[in-house]
């Protein structure tokens, strides 16, 4: 019984794993914190109208403030990243530049440099 429950743990920290080799494929633009905050702001100032004033501010909002974000160039970077298993997924970088073909690992929702891991994060600085 013992050797089964150091089976069944070592075949399960096998499976779970949150790092995944990638590579960049392109950079693009975000503009969700402009979304944000104008989907806020327009959801507090439509709340005027009630309940459905609410949801229409809301969505006038967010298109108002992620086009305003974009037309003062405060757009965030985002890159387009190709996974180990074929998938193209856009992940935001707010600490970290790369360049297309640029091999990353993916930790949580953020990608960083090959080699990065909580320990060795502060030797690879930021460059955002």
């Not at 104008?38 to 501010?57: E, H, N, Q, R, Y």
């Not at 998938?87 to 360049?99: D, G, I, Q, T």
């Not at 297309?100 to 690879?124: C, H, M, Q």
Request: without cysteine; hydrophobic residues 40%.
């Amino acid at each position: 019984m013992k050797k089964f429950g150091i089976l069944a743990l070592t075949i399960g920290m096998l499976a779970m794993s949150n790092v995944y080799a990638a590579e960049i494929v392109n950079e693009v633009t975000d503009e969700t914190s402009g979304q944000a905050t104008g989907g806020m702001t327009g959801m507090m100032a439509g709340s005027v109208g009630g309940p459905v004033g609410a949801l229409i501010g809301a969505g006038v909002g967010a298109l108002v403030g992620g086009s305003g974000q974009k037309a003062v160039g405060g757009s965030d970077r985002a890159y387009i990243v190709r996974t180990d298993s074929g998938e193209l997924k856009r992940y935001r970088s707010p600490n970290y530049v790369f360049a297309p073909g640029d091999k990353v690992v993916i930790y949580g929702n953020r990608p960083r440099p090959l080699g990065w891991t909580p320990e060795t994060a502060e030797s690879f600085p930021y460059n955002g």
